[in-house]
């Protein structure tokens, strides 16, 4: 009797263990979403991959907090590009890029305008001099969800093409 119980205390413990590890080869690391859509979008066009930057990061995540009492759109004026967002309840970063990506159809490479609506979103994302970016997002107090991408060295200078 006295050797199940060590035993059993062993097994349950290794269980707990498999049941961790396994658990942690589901969850993403918490960037990979915005990078793997600049990437999908980018590799569409021919424009080579973008790459995850911390101090970005640091810049894009200390705006975002500044925006959790109201939530407003408005860009922050700093050295990077920036791309933002802005939906109610829980975004992924993976859906923010989508939605920027959806302007694709208003860019008219050949005249290098938007035509009929919006496309300056969908130019940032794949502009091909910005190899680095840093994103953040933060849920407001109304219950929006902000997101905010930040790019390096900047795109969407007039009269350059993005790729």
């Not at 705006?63 to 700093?78: D, L, V």
């Not at 967002?85 to 939605?99: D, L, N, P, R, W």
């Amino acid at each position: 009797m006295g050797f199940c119980k060590p035993f059993l205390g062993i097994w349950s413990v290794a269980l707990i263990l498999t049941a961790h590890v396994s658990q942690a080869r589901v969850f993403q690391i918490p960037h990979q979403g915005f990078v793997d859509e600049h990437n999908k979008a980018r590799a569409e066009v021919g424009v080579g991959p973008i790459t995850w930057n911390n101090t970005i990061a640091a810049y894009a995540q200390k705006y975002a907090n500044s925006k959790i009492e109201t939530c407003e759109m408005e860009h922050s004026g700093g050295p990077y590009g920036e791309n933002l967002a802005e939906g109610y309840g829980e975004m992924t970063g993976s859906q923010a890029v989508k939605f920027w990506v959806t302007e694709k159809p208003n860019y008219d490479y050949a005249s290098n305008k938007c035509v009929g609506d919006e496309c300056l979103h969908y130019t940032q994302v794949v502009w091909a001099k910005s190899t680095h970016i840093g994103c953040a997002k933060v849920q407001c107090k109304n219950g929006y969800t902000f997101v905010t991408c930040n790019y390096d060295p900047p795109g969407n200078y007039i009269g350059e093409k993005p790729f």
